[in-house]
Structure formats: C-alpha cells, structure tokens
C-alpha cells in the first residue's frame, strides 16, 4: 500500500533562515513524488516533482527536494525563507505503474516570522 | 488557459437538500480528478476519470455521491441527499498523460467549491 508520512503539522522559521519541511514515503514499487502548496482559499498548486535522474530537484520559488531513496524521504527546502512562503504544503506519491492514485500527506503549515 | 474552473465557489445548504459541484478541466487534459478536503482527513481522493470514463471510485464515501462526465470539458460531482457531514471543500483536478502512455504527471487544481450543509 502507498502511503506519505509529513511528520511535522507546523513548521516555524525566521525570514532569511533556511527551511525544510519532511517528508517520508511508502509505496510497493518506484514512485513518483510531489510536492504542492496551498495558500488560504486557493486550490493547490504544483511545486515540483521527481520522476527519475537525479535526487536533487529544482522547482518554484527557489525550493527545492531532495530524493532519498535508502531513507524512503522527499523533503522540501529553500535556503532562504520569505513571509510569502507561508503556506500550507502537501508532499504526495505515486507509483510510477499501476493504478493513477495520488497519494497526498496530511499536510505541513509552514510560517514564516518577519 | 484559465485553469480547472470550478463553480460555485461557495454553496450553503440544508441538509437533504440536493447539491451539485461542476468542474471544467484545462482544455487537452484527459484525466480529471475530485478531492475532498476537511480538517479531521485532509485530502481525500473520491474519483478519478480518463478520457471521461470512471476508472476508480472507490473513495466514493456512499451511495448519496455520484460523479459524471459526460464529455471532456465537464464534469459533475452530485450529493443527494446532502449531510452535515458532508460539509468540505470539494477540489477538482485535471491532468494529461503524454501520447502512448497511459501515465499522467502533475495536476492542476481548481480553486475549489466550499460546502457547507446545516
């Protein structure tokens, strides 16, 4: 069975800080994996994802993942963290074959102090 | 494009009340996806069509939900009758699988309708 596990449901950073949000995984096969943001009242929207190739991928926003396949992690980082970065963020999976499911976690607030 | 649009935005009804949400996916997507999202589950997958044919409902909650789609640029969400319970924000999500493949990659969300059933 697939399933994602975003251990932390709020995250705090100062302005200009670095942030991570976590994200582990657990599918059957090789997945797919995703990263969305939601900001209030909007529909979530696409940040990045890894399908293949190399581990570290680049997405909107100056963010960034980094596929670990040993410790079964996709977190999200930014080396700079603006306010406008607060948000609600989803890491979500896929089996690369099989059923279409998408798989999304329970979420991470992430908040960024001025 | 104008993205997934979905109407209304908001809807306030009582409960046993009918209630229909309507989705227009982005025009050449041949996946489209309905959500379901609440703070106690989060992000609930409840169906999911390709080229308009129902390829997994099994997070259909009950019977009270339908989904149609009856050509590639709508889509219907039904809930009759209508609970509290069924209280949530309702997303649509439309993506395409590349030519030969029966794979999709990113979704592209609408902004949601907001139910509320008193």
């Known amino acids: 069975a697939q399933s994602v596990a975003q251990p932390e449901d709020q995250v705090n950073v100062a302005e200009g800080n670095p942030l991570t949000v976590k994200c582990t995984y657990s599918?059957?096969?090789?997945?797919?994996l995703f990263w969305y943001v939601q900001y209030p009242n909007r529909g979530l929207q696409f940040l990045l994802k890894y399908i293949t190739g190399d581990n570290l991928v680049k997405g909107s926003y100056g963010f960034e993942a980094e596929f670990n396949k040993s410790q079964t992690s996709f977190h999200l980082k930014k080396p700079s963290a603006l306010v406008s970065d607060s948000a609600l963020y989803f890491c979500?999976?896929?089996?690369?074959?099989?059923?279409?499911?998408?798989?999304f976690g329970t979420g991470t607030r992430l908040t960024v102090i001025p | 494009d104008a993205g997934v649009i979905q109407s209304p935005r908001h809807e306030v009804t009582e409960m046993g009340q009918e209630v229909t949400l309507r989705c227009k996916p982005i025009s050449g997507h041949d996946y489209l996806f309905w959500y379901r999202q609440t703070m106690m589950r989060g992000l609930e997958l409840l169906i999911y069509f390709n080229n308009n044919v129902p390829i997994d409902d099994s997070g259909m909650p009950e019977d009270r939900f339908s989904a149609k789609m009856p050509n590639a640029s709508f889509s219907t969400l039904k809930i009759q009758p209508s609970e509290p319970r069924d209280s949530a924000v309702y997303f649509c999500?439309?993506?395409?699988?590349?030519?030969?493949?029966?794979?999709?990659?990113?979704?592209?969300f609408g902004p949601g309708t907001r139910l509320t059933v008193l």
């Open positions: 979500a999976v896929r089996v690369q074959t099989g059923a279409n499911n998408l798989f």
């Open positions: 599918v059957s096969g090789n997945p797919y």
């Open positions: 999500a439309s993506s395409w699988s590349p030519r030969g493949t029966r794979s999709w990659d990113e979704q592209f």
